[in-house]
């Protein structure tokens, strides 16, 4: 497996992105603790039987509340429900989130070199698309966008959405980078076969991702973009 930055960078074919961190701040004036607070009160109104911990009902992360529904009641009406909020919630927060610094050049220039480049996200599809497409960035990644599918037990950590965009790419996992900021992006790259890049806004996420095996780990895209500029150059 690759070691250094350098060597992650050179030697992918093909990248895939998750989306929110790397590409956007999803949440970045739609807080997401404000969403996840949001899918409790859903379920209190429309989840029936629905009942969640004290520790699950205080989640900061949306996706935390789904998960834990979806394992409470997998394949159930209030779950497919509580789905279609998040997903609604997430393309409203697509509306005032923030770029993440050097992401949009970094996206064009590498998408102009390499063989193709994807999203693999938990976020709903739709929301992905729905950003790139208000970036200008949509054709960038062209049909290779993969989020969250019907099936919730296949969220990331579950190498699912890295293994389908590999698919979509015909990329070959030792082709590939991930670029990802959660140890459950990590998680499901290596499941995959696939290499990682670690990015962490602040110094409390970059230890979570040493933490649970990153080995290179970025907080800014800048250094990403120039290696990428370098490489276009020599070649």
């Not at 992650?8 to 990248?15: E, Q, R, S």
């Not at 997430?90 to 998408?111: M, V």
């Not at 976020?123 to 208000?134: D, H, I, M, T, V």
């Amino acid at each position: 497996m690759a070691e250094t930055i350098e060597d992650l960078i050179n030697g992918a074919d093909h990248v895939l992105f998750d989306f929110d961190g790397p590409i956007c701040r999803l949440f970045a004036r739609h807080p997401a603790s404000g969403v996840a607070e949001s899918l409790v009160g859903w379920l209190d109104r429309h989840g029936g039987e629905v009942r969640l911990t004290d520790e699950q009902r205080a989640a900061e992360d949306p996706h935390d509340v789904l998960r834990a529904v979806a394992r409470l009641h997998p394949g159930s009406d209030v779950v497919e429900g509580l789905e279609r909020e998040l997903t609604r919630q997430e393309l409203l927060a697509t509306r005032s989130a923030w770029p993440t610094a050097w992401a949009d050049p970094l996206i064009r220039t590498w998408s102009a070199v390499a063989d193709g480049l994807a999203v693999a996200t938990n976020n709903s599809p739709r929301a992905a698309e729905e950003y790139l497409s208000g970036r200008g960035l949509r054709d960038c990644f062209a049909r290779h966008v993969h989020g969250r599918a019907p099936d919730l037990g296949l969220l990331k950590p579950d190498p699912d959405c890295v293994l389908r965009a590999l698919d979509s790419l015909g990329a070959t996992p030792a082709s590939a980078l991930m670029i990802g900021d959660t140890p459950s992006d990590l998680f499901a790259a290596r499941a995959a076969g696939v290499n990682f890049l670690g990015y962490a806004q602040d110094a409390r996420r970059a230890e979570r991702l040493r933490a649970a095996g990153a080995t290179v780990v970025v907080d800014s895209l800048e250094p990403v973009l120039a290696i990428v500029r370098r490489g276009r150059r020599l070649a």
